[in-house]
């Protein structure tokens, strides 16, 4: 299993991005979560957006709702972190992951608890300007 994002660059306050996190070795129509994880110059990792394929459930951090889109995209087997209104806040190293099997139910809590992720890609920078 591989993850592989691209898609990271620099963008003015306001600019749109889409993150693709390239998946080899499974299928994204398979069972699994995935989730877009980031971490800041100076803080912790913090969890962005997932969605369980089980149930289609998805989840937000609150600072990304209504701007951050997450799907998948089966014709090119990647997942994929739409992001608008883009901020200074935003600005990181954008991460995707994923663990595998049926979930269905599953709350926010544990979708972003990022010890359940058992395959990390290398991640993409993100760096948002005034």
């Known amino acids: 299993v591989q993850l592989v994002e691209s898609g990271g660059a620099s963008v003015q306050t306001g600019g749109s991005l889409t993150l693709s996190c390239l998946a080899s070795?499974?299928?994204?129509?398979?069972?699994?979560?995935v989730g877009w994880f980031r971490r800041a110059p100076g803080k912790e990792r913090e969890a962005v957006a997932s969605?369980?394929?089980?149930?289609?459930?998805?989840f937000y951090t609150d600072s990304v709702k209504g701007r951050f889109t997450i799907s998948s995209d089966g014709v090119k087997n990647s997942v994929l972190l739409q992001m608008n209104s883009l901020n200074p806040g935003d600005t990181a190293v954008y991460y995707c992951a994923v663990f595998f099997g049926l979930y269905i139910g599953v709350g926010k809590r544990a979708m972003f608890d990022s010890d359940r992720y058992t395959n990390w890609g290398q991640g993409t920078q993100v760096t948002v300007s005034i």
């Open positions: 969605f369980s394929t089980g149930d289609g459930r998805k």
């Open positions: 070795g499974f299928s994204v129509d398979d069972d699994y979560v």
